[in-house]
């Protein structure tokens, strides 16, 4: 049999390889959302309730994490700030004093 090609040159069994290989990849997955699907379905209310409410605590404190590592650079933030605006009182007092004559 003579090997057809198509338009780019690439021999067509290639092409077919690769349509197998995808067809079977999607199978694969078919047979893993089926299973999952079947777990999910095979649970009790439940056992669904305390997985929902163990991902709940886990992003709150996912979340209070973040919240408390914001406030920690916030402060720091303002006690760099109010060095500062320290500094800049202390210098323009000492340059008001200097230049007066009591």
Do not use: C, F, H
């Not at 069994?13 to 959302?33: D, H």
């Amino acid at each position: 049999m003579a090997k057809r090609k198509t338009s780019n040159g690439q021999p067509l069994a290639k092409v077919w390889t690769s349509v197998r290989r995808i067809q079977s990849q999607g199978e694969r997955m078919v047979v893993r959302l089926r299973r999952d699907a079947r777990t999910l379905i095979a649970r009790s209310r439940s056992e669904v309730t305390k997985e929902i409410r163990d991902l709940e605590r886990r992003v709150v404190k996912v979340l209070r994490a973040a919240s408390e590592e914001q406030v920690t650079r916030l402060e720091r933030r303002v006690a760099k700030l109010e060095g500062v605006v320290a500094e800049l009182r202390e210098k323009t007092d000492a340059g008001q004093g200097i230049g007066r004559v009591a």
